[in-house]
Structure formats: C-alpha cells, structure tokens
C-alpha cells in the first residue's frame, strides 16, 4: 500500500529536512572540530550537560514561557492592527495617499531605534517590550495585505452586494477567504520577524526571557550556555512552523489543487 499523494509528499518532505538539519549538524562537528576550541564553539554534545541542568532546575522553562508570551502578545497585536491597516490602505485609494509615507519610513526605521525610544518614552517595563515588537512588525504586515486587499475580485464583491450581504457577512465569507494566502504569508514572515525581535528587547532591558539569558552568558564569555538557549529557542519556534503554519498554510491553499 503506497498511500495518498498526500501522505507520499509529507514523507518526502519530512525526509528532506531531516537530511537537512542532519547535515547542517555535521557542518557545526566539522567547523567545532577546526576550531578545537570548547570556549569558542562546542561541539553538539558539549551542549547536552548544560542543557539538562538547566532544564532540571526550572530556569530554561521559566525563561522561554516568558519569551513565548511576549512573542504571541506581539504577534497578535501586529497581526491584527497590520491586517486591518492592510485592509484600510488597499480598498480605499486616497486613503492610502495619506498612509503610504508612513508605510515607508516606518519599514526604513531601523528596529533599535524603535525599541530604545520605547523603553526611554515608556520605561523599562513589559509594555514598552510588546509595544516596540508590535511598532516594527505592523508595516510588514500592513503592506502584504495591502496587496491582497488590491488583487481582491471586484465581481465576487459586486455578487455579495447584489445578494445584499452584511458588511460582517461580506468580511468573513467574501473578503477573508480572498486574503487567506496573503494573511498567512504576513503570519509566517511575522512570526519569524518578531521572536528575533523580542530577544533583542530583552537583551537591552527585561530581568527574564531568553534574550535576557542570552545577555547575561554573553557577559561571562559562556559560548555553550548562549548555544542552550538560543536553539531551545529555534527549536520551539521550528515547531510552531511545523505544527502550526504550514498546516494552516496548506489548510488555507486547499482549493487551489482541487
């Protein structure tokens, strides 16, 4: 039994990104080998003790719960201001005459100039944190669905007016459906944007969060303990990629092969 064409591409293509990551492991042995220095890069099983103590005595959870909030606050917030900026910007043309400047130089701000005035404006505090991740992803988000509010199907919106639905029950079966692709495109590039910004947000000034950790390692010259939790890190965002956006992201394309 060879299974679905489904189930045949999801084996390929697990198989693939392990091939992946194993040789990307194998490239770390080689270069650590070269270097045949612990304090400068460690090789992969060096990390193994330093991981395990930390994850026994509760400070690698507690740290990365507190990173994993701050990056679904942030990302909920400039998911849903981006969206409906998007939205606003791409259905109403003078609207965006007015708005686009501000598009611009707010994509050409460099994030640490964003994230400091934060903290000076507003203090060292968990609302300047979220605030200074949502300044700088909102943007990116806003211009990906403009697009997609420009590319939306004028004749299906004339069909929704016709059939005189709501302006609610024109948003949810009407113009959501259209943005899908669009909205999971922000989401995956946001989601990949904004967990590197928060680690520089708390490598400048939170007391908890890997970014923090990061910052503390990084002063005592700690290359393995920076190691720990920097891929303790990827490998939980790696997972909401896979568990999580590429399955809405199928989830969402599904008509296209039907």
Not at 15 to 27: D, R
Not at 50 to 55: D, K, V
Not at 192 to 206: C, D, N, S, T, Y
Not at 217 to 235: G, K, N, R, T
Request: hydrophobic share 55%; aromatic share 10%.
């Amino acid at each position: 039994m060879q299974g679905t064409p489904e189930a045949r591409q999801t084996i390929s293509t697990g198989a693939t990104t392990g091939l992946s990551i194993a040789a990307l492991l194998l490239l770390w042995i080689v270069a650590a080998a070269l270097t045949d220095d612990a304090q400068v890069l460690p090789q992969p099983w060096a990390l193994i003790q330093p991981f395990l103590r930390e994850l026994t005595s509760g400070e690698l959870l507690y740290h990365l719960g507190a990173t994993l909030l701050r990056v679904i606050w942030a990302f909920s917030l400039a998911m849903l201001a981006g969206c409906a900026l998007g939205l606003v910007m791409g259905r109403y043309p003078r609207v965006n005459q007015w708005l686009d400047p501000w598009l611009v130089i707010f994509l050409n701000l460099p994030a640490l100039v964003l994230i400091v005035l934060c903290y000076l404006w507003i203090g060292l505090n968990e609302t300047a944190a979220i605030l200074a991740v949502v300044f700088n992803k909102i943007p990116n988000v806003a211009t990906v669905i403009r697009e997609g509010a420009r590319a939306l199907d004028p004749q299906i919106d004339a069909m929704a007016k016709v059939y005189r639905m709501s302006g609610w029950a024109r948003l949810r079966h009407v113009t959501v459906p259209q943005l899908a692709p669009f909205i999971t495109a922000a989401a995956r590039s946001g989601i990949a944007v904004i967990w590197k910004i928060v680690l520089v947000v708390e490598f400048l000034g939170r007391s908890s969060g890997v970014g923090f950790q990061i910052h503390l390692y990084f002063q005592l010259f700690d290359v393995a303990m920076v190691l720990v939790y920097a891929f303790s890190f990827i490998v939980v965002m790696l997972m909401v990629e896979w568990l999580v956006l590429q399955p809405w992201e199928r989830h969402v394309r599904r008509w296209r092969a039907e």
